[in-house]
């Protein structure tokens, strides 16, 4: 028996089972540190698990304007630093933002006509 499932770790999909074998069993990406250039002072690094430096920093931006706040993308992107979780060396991310506007559709019902009303046609 195979699953599709979430990592509890990193919250990425993978197989299990027989299918892991087959395609590649899961494993997670490294953990990096990441927090915001202009507040840096102010907050502690943040872990992520990604693959690279770049990634690490979106993935910081995800969760740190699921808040709801969404304040990076109001100031339309930040400046990030990340490092890989026990190393000196870090890098500064540049990360642009933008609201993606969704819309959903739902068909009406037809008004019901009132056999009662005539129009000017129907007299």
Same mark, same amino acid.
């Given at each position: 028996?195979?699953?599709?499932?979430?990592?509890?770790?990193?919250?990425?999909?993978?197989?299990?089972? @027989?299918?892991?074998?087959?395609? &590649?069993?899961? #494993?997670?990406p490294?953990?990096?540190? $990441?927090?915001?250039?202009?507040? !840096?002072?102010?907050?502690?690094?943040?872990?992520?698990?990604?693959?690279?430096?770049?990634?690490?920093?979106?993935?910081?931006? @995800?969760?740190?304007?699921s808040? &709801?706040?969404? #304040?990076?993308?109001?100031?339309?992107? $930040?400046?990030?630093?990340?490092? !890989?979780?026990?190393?000196?060396?870090?890098?500064?991310?540049?990360?642009?933002?933008?609201?993606?506007?969704?819309?959903?559709?739902?068909?009406?019902?037809?008004?019901?006509?009132?056999?009662?009303?005539?129009?000017?046609?129907?007299?």
């Amino acid at each position: 028996m195979s699953d599709y499932v979430r990592c509890k770790s990193c919250g990425e999909w993978g197989w299990t089972g @027989e299918l892991a074998g087959r395609y &590649g069993a899961h #494993s997670c990406p490294p953990i990096w540190e $990441a927090r915001i250039l202009e507040t !840096k002072w102010e907050n502690d690094w943040t872990e992520v698990h990604a693959r690279d430096a770049e990634d690490a920093a979106s993935r910081f931006c @995800e969760r740190y304007d699921s808040d &709801g706040e969404y #304040s990076i993308i109001q100031d339309g992107g $930040a400046e990030v630093e990340v490092r !890989k979780l026990g190393e000196d060396e870090i890098t500064q991310v540049e990360i642009s933002a933008e609201s993606v506007p969704t819309y959903y559709a739902h068909a009406r019902r037809p008004e019901p006509v009132n056999p009662e009303l005539k129009t000017a046609e129907g007299k």
